[in-house]
DNA sequence: GTCGATCTATATCGGACCTATATAGATCAC
DNA sequence: GTGATCTATATAGGTCCGATATAGATCGAC
């Protein structure tokens, strides 16, 4: 999905600057399923200014810089829900650990178990987030997302400790070798 | 992870043309991990040539267009296994579907619905795929690659089983205001 | 006092990658 | 004959990322 809807989406639930869609990637649950760097997110928005999906103000305040606070236009809203009305483009997965584990037998086994180790801590990292962010006043399409998320890395946190020892004592069989 | 790094790595597998690459991610389970379209392999494979990384033939063939099989050198895969002692990138997760259940409420609920179910059927086919690729014939790091994959389809299609009935009573309950 | 880290903010350059398309030829079904 | 599908290579233009820049404030370590 193209940075311009994923910021018209995001704006339907309230004005926000550049800054702020960027902090909901990072802080708020949204970075389990969607992303977008600065290097996007302003040209995004500076766009969808010039089309009229998006009106924005310039707001000063006291020790912090400038903002430019970012609204949905009747006419952005009304294009954001268009887009949700015509087919999604399909999820995209990038796992670069699970393609390095199909290169396990090239690698020392304590590498290995470095880099499950890691991947595992990184995936409980992403879980916690996700609870932290499991509140009472989520609205049904957030809990359903939050719902999803934290299945999802269940599953490979139980994937994971459930097969760690058995590919840890291939790798020490094929270090043998 | 860079599509340099990503052919390097299939190419400590084998030889293989670009088209060939291509094909492992449509066809070979490497599609629920990893991705790269010909527009980043063919220019990949040939900086990697030009780097010294991989070796190129030509090959013709009968009622087919001619081949360029790539081979990956010694220097090519010292920099590959170098490349996987290094700190792997992390993941990433990009789901159109799961940001859109984020504006359900935006939606009537046949196209929640519908939603649902196509995002089931697509990802019921990429688990059928990977089933059918579950050979006996895998190595150790296909086997934990390819339950890995489906240990995370599952758990996707258990959550959207569970919840599915849910999502559509909050729908309708909503129409219904 | 200085420096680095961290934060709030906006902005952008150059490289990486994708989508769509092009070229070429073969086979098959309508 | 046309379109779909397949084997193959190739690339232009648009999108996005990572790194960086600018600006100023606060805080902690040296």
Redesign the pocket.
């Known amino acids: 999905?193209?940075?311009?809807?994923?910021c018209l989406g995001i704006l339907t639930h309230g004005d926000a600057?550049?800054?702020?869609?960027?902090?909901l990637f990072e802080d708020d649950g949204y970075q389990h399923f969607v992303?977008?760097?600065?290097?996007?997110?302003?040209?995004?928005?500076?766009?969808l200014t010039d089309e009229g999906y998006v009106s924005v103000r310039?707001e000063s305040?006291?020790?912090?810089?400038?903002?430019?606070?970012?609204s949905i236009t009747s006419t952005g809203r009304s294009a954001f829900i268009a887009s949700l009305l015509k087919p999604l483009?399909e999820d995209r997965h990038r796992s670069p650990f699970v393609f390095a584990m199909l290169f396990a037998d090239l690698l020392p086994p304590s590498r290995v178990s470095g880099m499950l180790d890691t991947y595992i801590e990184q995936v409980e990292q992403k879980f916690a987030h996700l609870n932290a962010h499991h509140a009472a006043s989520q609205s049904d399409g957030e809990k359903f997302v939050s719902g999803f998320g934290r299945a999802v890395y269940v599953a490979i946190l139980d994937f994971l400790h459930t097969h760690r020892a058995e590919v840890e004592k291939q790798q020490a069989a094929q270090a043998a070798e």
Chains 1, 2 share one sequence.
Do not use: H
């Open positions: 999905m193209d940075v311009r809807t994923i600057t550049g800054y702020e869609i960027k902090k992303e977008a760097s600065f290097g996007s997110i302003y040209p995004a928005l500076n766009r310039e305040q006291e020790k912090r810089p400038d903002r430019k606070v970012y483009p």
